[in-house]
T-cell receptor, first 113, second 110 residues
Framework: QKEVEQNSGPLSVPEGAIASLNCTYS??????FFWYRQYSGKSPELIMS????GDKEDGRFTAQLNKASQYVSLLIRDSQPSDSATYLC?????????????FGKGTLLTVNP | DVKVTQSSRYLVKRTGEKVFLECVQD?????MFWYRQDPGLGLRLIYF???????EKGDIPEGYSVSREKKERFSLILESASTNQTSMYLC?????????FGSGTQLSVL
């Protein structure tokens, strides 16, 4: 069973701080990595994707990937109360048409005003 | 914008009933998925389909079946609903690496 592990939290940070969310995965063949955000009562929505080692920045969000350590993280700079949500790490093992995305259980982030 | 529509937001069924959950996407995506989401267990893949009439079991297919007769529609079927199938069911379609989710169906089996 391929696994994706996240700290369940809750993670609480003050407004303006950096929130750091972490994820590890078990399948070394994993190729694509995603962070989804899910507000309470809503469906997940994609916020970041990363495919190669290193950092990828998009606005206040930075995704970091280290395939050797099987580790992917998401940093949220200048955290806002509107960032309060559950963050889901997802990992895919792609092979032709047999695409499958495995999700972690999510980390609940609360940003306090 | 991609739109994934699930037929019902809330559904209440009796134990033993046959239940159909419908999902329609409007972007001609080949891949479609059914997940269930439970507190403390996260999102778990039930079935997915990579083409019309093609389906693959996910991690928890027991008690479920699916149908994909047309590219835009992917149906999840609970042959005989049980109380442990009470859950939030999320349908998604895929474009490249990104999944687009429907708004979900909260199913309660009494």
């Amino acid at each position: 069973q391929k696994e994706v592990e996240q700290n369940s939290g809750p993670l609480s940070v003050p407004e303006g701080a950096i929130a750091s969310l972490n994820c590890t995965y078990s399948d070394r063949g994993s190729q694509s990595f995603f962070w989804y955000r899910q507000y309470s009562g809503k469906s997940p929505e994609l916020i970041m994707s990363i495919y190669s080692n290193g950092d990828k920045e998009d606005g206040r969000f930075t995704a970091q990937l280290n395939k050797a350590s099987q580790y992917v993280s998401l940093l949220i700079r200048d955290s806002q109360p509107s960032d309060s949500a559950t963050y889901l790490c997802a990992v895919s093992q792609e092979g032709g048409s047999n695409y499958k995305l495995t999700f972690g259980k999510g980390t609940l982030l609360t940003v306090n005003p | 914008d991609v739109k994934v529509t699930q037929s019902s937001r809330y559904l209440v069924k009796r134990t033993g009933e046959k239940v159909f959950l419908e999902c329609v996407q409007d972007m001609d995506h080949e891949n479609m998925f059914w997940y269930r989401q439970d507190p403390g267990l996260g999102l778990r893949l039930i079935y997915f389909s990579y083409d019309v009439k093609m389906k693959e079991k996910g991690d928890i297919p027991e008690g479920y079946s699916v149908s994909r007769e047309k590219k835009e529609r992917f149906s999840l079927i609970l042959e005989s609903a049980s109380t442990n199938q009470t859950s939030m069911y999320l349908c998604a379609s895929r474009n490249r690496g990104q999944l687009f989710f429907g708004s979900g169906t909260q199913l309660s089996v009494l």
